[in-house]
């Protein structure tokens, strides 16, 4: 099963090295110097990463072969590819792989059919389900804990406790005063 670890962002410097938007939660195993990854598009892999290092916060990988910056600008936008064992379970307890996640079906704590997901969408804040309902639209479920409250891969379902509005179009609004009644006169503040 092939997993998507990285894409590649922005040449660093003059030797090779390019940026990396990482999109695995262990870039120790899937990242380290000797790793051959495959690519998206094709054609400009696989790669072998020759050196990794981390540089005001952001990964920069050498790979084998690429040893100036129009090499590594070549790469850019290029998705990095792992190839895993499909029964292989992320380290962490409340880990998942996003294939162990798509097609799940999703209820609510009572047992109301949602959906199933067919997508996830990373962001940098926070993983998102993206969740097909019966009828064909599709709702966001942000992937945190207060929301997300099981994922039972034997029963193939996730379990939500969405807040209101999220799933349908009860929101409630909060207000902090209450509404004047018709019937009040505005108050004004009066001169001393």
């Not at 992320?90 to 047992?111: F, K, R, S």
């Amino acid at each position: 099963m092939q997993l998507v670890v990285a894409r590649i962002g922005r040449a660093h410097g003059i030797k090779g090295e390019v940026t990396v938007e990482v999109r695995t939660d262990e870039p120790e195993l899937r990242l380290a110097p000797g790793a051959v990854l495959a690519t998206d598009p094709a054609s400009t892999g696989p790669l072998t990463i020759e050196t990794g290092r981390v540089h005001s916060g952001r990964l920069l990988l050498r790979f084998e072969g690429v040893k100036d910056r129009t090499g590594a600008e070549n790469l850019r936008n290029t998705l990095l590819i792992a190839e895993i064992d499909p029964e292989e379970l992320p380290e962490g307890e409340d880990e998942y792989y996003d294939h162990q996640l798509i097609d799940l079906d999703v209820v609510t704590e009572d047992g109301t059919e949602v959906g199933r997901i067919t997508e996830i969408s990373h962001l940098p804040s926070q993983d998102l389900f993206i969740v097909e309902r019966p009828d064909g639209s599709e709702v966001m479920i942000p992937f945190v804990e207060a929301i997300v409250t099981e994922i039972d891969l034997e029963e193939q379902k996730a379990v939500i406790a969405p807040p209101p509005g999220l799933i349908d179009d009860q929101a409630e609004i909060a207000s902090s005063r209450e509404e004047p009644s018709l019937r009040e006169e505005p108050s004004s503040r009066e001169e001393s």
